[in-house]
Every structure is written in structure tokens, then in C-alpha cells.
């Protein structure tokens, strides 16, 4: 890979070859994919980058860590809309605002930009088994993006994983391995197994490559915005990979001069599940916590990327917003509503954390402001259900109509 240079750890700075197969340092840091942006520059222009078809997100090969003669996966991961929401910016109060909808990747969410990666770097290994364990999402993105690629996978889920996220993988061919216990047991016996059985290892918090898949969603952000670069990106934040991917992909173009300044982030996290924001809020360690929240994806007690996300949000003079779950469902039915866009929990937490932090006056008129739905409201049904109200019921009759509309104060002629 001419474009890379090596892999350092993010906690004692170490370098390493990097190998398709690397994962964390001796140390127990995690590792960080380090470029030549000289070189990079030499290959990537914006000129080039608009002459080109290619819409997913190997739009952005010069600046991914593959061989050169790596296939793109199979399936179109990436390039998801990114819409200006001027209603909703007004309701808000925020000067601008745009919503970024990766929901609408292959399989529902953006893990698909990762578990892409995962499966260009097995193929690289050649590998033909591919394992993790996940609250759901990175879990059904894997088996789809392997199915599609030909290889076999692992799957380790915690027993709360929504059933649809569950069916979804087991379509996919995976064989699926249900965990009684949290996350945090879920991801030992992953680990312990992957040593065991040599499989190629797609935790995000383990394989240094994972974020660099997810970065691509803010190379798209700004080529988006015509490289105008917005005050904030709001992120909602579990293990911490993607918010540092994001991170990653804002200093790379800031680093070949696409950008000439950075935007902060906005990090969300459930009000019952937000060990990171506090670390970073009250400045201290990071201290596990429980899971209590409905926003499963980001239901992550013992995150497994802190150190990245921390410094992430820490370098950008980041936000962090902690939403309970009203709020979150609430933000559900806002982005339903205002920009007919249909998010999981996890997915709107980030909606949910900028309307809170309008509402707290922390953002305001003089801001614009990109969030990131990261995941399908098709994900899971079964909070919907319960939190989107109920429909009229009536005969097919058309008085037994007319009369209900009248009770529920409902003009369809106005
Ligand atoms: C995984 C996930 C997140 C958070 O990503 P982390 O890397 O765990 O911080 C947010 N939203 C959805 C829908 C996810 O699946
Ligand atoms: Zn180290």
C-alpha cells in the first residue's frame, strides 16, 4: 500500500507494518492507520474526485488502506443521501441543517462502511471465515457484505439483540451464536474464540481498519456540502469507532488540503449508557456503566474504543450530549415527521442530541449542523410500535369515517 505508512498505537505510539491481519498493540492500545498525505496528493484531487462514477464509498480509494489490485466489495456501501432540512433547522433554531441518512446502506445501517472494509482486508489475508460480536448492527452488516463476498461468518450477539437485527443475519447465511449474558461477555467469548479458530477478526475496537471503512461517511459529508465545511457533525457514540472514523475521515481532508478548517463534533449517548461523554465531560477515566437504554446500538457499557472517540471529541472542542429515552424517541418521530426519514433508536440519538443542545441554548442561530442517522428505523419495529401512537380504526364504512374524524378533530378538507 504506497499510500500508508504503518500503524501506531494510539496509547504508547508504536509503529507497525501495517499487515492485513494487525490488530492491537502489545501494549493493549489500540492501533491508528497512518498515511502519506504527500503522496496522497500526488493522486487525489477534487477534479478527479468529481470526474469519477464510482458511487460507494470506494469513491475514496487513495485515501483507504487496500493493495491496490484489492476488489471493491460486491455490495453499494456508501454514497447515502445527505439532505438540507431547512423546516427542521427553523424549528430548532439552528441556522442550517442537513441529515446524513446511512440507514439507507445495504443492510440498514453504517457498520456496512466497516464490515466492507473487514471483508476487502480478509480477501487480502485470504482469509475465508469472518467473525465478531455486536449489539446487532456490525453484526448483520458483516454477514451480508461476506454473503455477498463469498465468505463464511461468525456471529456473536448479546441474547438482548433485537430479533429483526437477529433474523437479518441468519438470512445472510452467518452462523449466529447467541451469548446469555451483556455485551462485555459477549465480546470475551468472541475474542477467545477468533484466537482459537484463526478467523479473520472484524471487532472495530480490535481491527485498526474498521474506522478507516467508517471515515468514509464524512469524506462523503463534506464532498457533499462542496467541501464548505460545517460548524458541527453530530455522532451518536457506542464503542466510540464510528465517531473516531468520522474524525478521521474530517483530518485526512483537512490534512490534503480539501478542507481548510475542521468542524467540531457533537457526541451523543443515552442518558442510561454514557461512559464516554462523562470521561470527557467531567475530565476523568473512563468508568464502566450499565446498559440502560432502548437505543440497543449504543448500549455499551465497557466501550471498547475510548481512546480514540476521547481524544476525537476532546481535538475537535467537541459537544456531548447524554438524551434519555423519550428524547431519543421523540427525535424519531421529529425526523419521521419534519424530513421523512426513519431511524432506529441509536440511529436519531444524534437528532436527539442536537435538539437538546438547541434546546439548552449550547447551539443556536449562528450554527449549522450535519447529523448522522446511523441506522434504520426498520431495525427495530418493536420500539416504533410502542412509541409511534396508534392508527384510526374503522369498518370500511364511510359515516363510521366521517364520525371518528369529527371526534379525533381531524379536517381532511383544509
Ligand atoms: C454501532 C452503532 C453506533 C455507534 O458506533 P460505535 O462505533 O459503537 O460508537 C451508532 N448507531 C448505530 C445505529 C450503530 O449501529
Ligand atoms: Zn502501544
Not at 424530513?339 to 442561530?365: Q, T
Request: with cysteine; aromatic share 6%.
Amino acid at each position: 500500500m504506497r499510500n500508508v505508512t504503518g500503524a501506531r498505537c494510539v496509547r504508547c505510539g508504536r509503529v507497525y507494518p501495517a499487515e492485513p491481519g494487525i490488530t492491537t498493540c502489545e501494549c493493549g492500545g489500540i492501533l491508528d492507520i497512518e498515511y502519506d498525505y504527500d503522496y496522497i496528493k500526488t493522486k487525489l484531487t477534487k477534479d478527479i474526485l468529481a470526474g469519477r462514477r464510482t458511487t460507494s464509498m470506494w469513491r475514496y480509494r487513495e485515501l483507504l488502506p487496500v493493495e491496490e489490485g484489492t476488489p471493491e466489495t460486491p455490495l453499494r456501501v456508501g454514497w447515502s443521501p445527505l439532505y438540507e432540512e431547512p423546516a427542521l433547522a427553523a424549528k430548532l433554531g439552528l441556522r442550517r441543517l442537513w441529515v446524513k441518512d446511512d440507514g439507507l446502506n445495504p443492510t440498514g445501517s453504517l457498520k456496512d462502511r466497516a464490515s466492507a472494509m473487514a471483508v476487502a482486508k480478509a480477501g487480502e489475508t485470504g482469509a475465508k471465515v469472518i467473525a465478531c460480536s455486536s449489539t446487532g448492527n456490525a453484526a448483520s452488516s458483516l454477514a451480508g457484505n461476506a454473503a455477498a463476498a463469498g465468505l463464511a461468518s461468525y456471529i456473536f450477539v448479546p441474547e438482548r439483540a433485537p430479533k429483526g437485527k437477529v433474523a437479518q443475519l441468519l438470512t445472510f447465511g452467518a452462523t449466529v451464536v447467541s451469548v446469555q449474558g451483556d455485551y462485555e461477555e459477549t465480546f470475551e467469548l468472541s475474542r477467545q474464540a477468533i484466537d482459537r479458530w484463526g478467523w479473520y477478526n472484524r471487532n472495530a475496537a480490535v481491527n485498526p481498519y474498521l474506522s478507516e471503512g467508517k471515515k468514509t461517511c464524512s469524506l462523503e459529508i463534506m464532498e457533499q456540502l462542496g467541501w464548505q465545511v460545517p460548524d458541527y457533525v453530530a455522532v451518536s457514540v457506542g464503542d466510540g469507532c464510528t465517531i473516531s472514523g468520522i474524525w478521521k475521515g474530517l483530518k485526512d481532508l483537512y490534512a490534503i488540503g480539501f478542507i481548510d478548517h475542521l468542524p467540531r463534533l457533537i457526541s451523543v449517548q443515552a442518558k442510561g449508557c454514557c461512559p464516554i461523554n462523562r470521561a470527557v465531560e467531567f475530565e476523568e477515566d473512563l468508568r464502566p456503566m450499565k446498559e440502560d437504554t432502548i437505543a440497543d446500538s449504543i448500549a455499551v457499557g465497557v466501550p471498547r474504543n475510548p481512546d480514540k472517540a476521547i481524544q476525537a471529541i476532546r481535538e475537535s472542542g467537541g459537544l456531548v450530549a447524554n438524551v434519555t429515552d423519550q428524547e431519543i424517541m421523540d427525535a424519531q418521530k421529529l425526523l419521521g415527521h419534519s424530513c421523512g426519514i426513519f431511524g432506529e433508536p441509536a440511529g436519531v440519538a444524534a437528532a436527539a442530541g442536537v435538539a437538546k443542545l438547541c434546546r439548552d441554548e449550547l447551539l443556536g442561530e449562528n450554527d449549522s449542523v450535519v447529523t448522522i442517522v446511523t441506522g434504520n428505523g426498520l431495525k427495530d419495529v418493536a420500539n416504533a410500535i410502542k412509541f409511534s401512537g396508534e392508527p384510526i380504526r374503522v369498518p370500511s364504512d364511510m359515516d363510521r369515517l366521517l364520525q371518528e374524524f369529527d371526534r379525533l378533530d381531524i379536517h381532511p378538507e383544509r
